[in-house]
């Protein structure tokens, strides 16, 4: 049974670095129908989608979030991660990996994780 | 990125029929497929529809979605105190070459 599990820092400082992995069982991150993602929700908002990498390094991004954001998948450990730069207090949100096919947004999703920025 | 637009809000009683909209554009309903998503409070999203009308295993024929154009519609029928939630219908937008979702339903069983 396929599950994902997020993990990282719940506080981080403001302008640091916001860093999350997501690890894999049951699947193996090198499928080639599948990419995979992260996506968030502030408290009290909807979802926003921050983007998708395939391991074949192809890989999309958040327009609003591009210049800030990191999506890699280490194939050795059957993981992917996640490294959002220069965080505020508007990246306060519980973050989600989850397992997107070719024509789902997502179907597997990891329980979430909240990450509050504050100093 | 823009957002796909769904009612803030819907309600009915017990045992009837409601419908959610996801109004959205050529370049993203119009060309690519719906999913749609429940929200419990304290859970994780769980997938009710893909590819517009399919159920994934598990999700009952009491839940249903249909695309015609640039809109997409969740229904539910037989609704049940379980089924308050919140519900988000996401897509691709081929012209930002993103995803993007609504902003979210909420529905109140009465």
């Known amino acids: 049974q396929l599950q994902l599990q997020e993990s990282g820092p719940g506080l981080v400082k403001p302008s640091e670095t916001l860093s999350l992995t997501c690890t894999v069982s049951?699947?193996?991150?090198?499928?080639?129908?599948?990419?995979w993602a992260w996506i968030r929700q502030p408290p009290g908002r909807g979802l926003e989608w921050i983007g998708s990498?395939?391991?074949?390094?192809?890989?999309y991004y958040n327009s609003s979030l591009k210049s800030r954001v990191i999506i890699s998948i280490d194939t050795s450990k059957n993981q992917f991660s996640l490294k959002l730069s220069s965080v505020t207090a508007a990246d306060t949100a519980r973050y989600y990996c989850?397992?997107?096919?070719?024509?789902?947004?997502?179907?597997?999703w990891g329980q979430g994780t909240l990450v509050t920025v504050s100093s | 990125q823009s957002v796909l637009t769904q009612p803030p809000s819907v309600s009915a009683a017990p045992g009837q029929r409601v419908s959610i909209s996801c109004s959205g554009s050529s370049s993203d309903i119009g060309t690519n497929y719906v999913s749609w998503y429940q929200i419990l409070p304290g859970t994780a999203p769980k997938l009710l529809i893909y590819e517009n009308n399919k159920r994934p295993s598990g999700i009952p024929d009491r839940f249903y979605g249909s695309k015609s154009g640039t809109s997409a519609t969740l229904g539910i029928a037989g609704l049940q105190t379980g089924d308050e939630a919140n519900y988000y219908c996401g897509t691709w937008d081929s012209t930002v070459m993103g995803v993007i979702f609504g902003g979210g339903t909420k529905l109140t069983v009465l």
């Open positions: 990498s395939h391991y074949s390094g192809i890989t």
């Open positions: 049951g699947d193996s991150v090198t499928t080639n129908t599948y990419y």
């Open positions: 989850a397992r997107t096919p070719l024509t789902v947004v997502a179907d597997y």
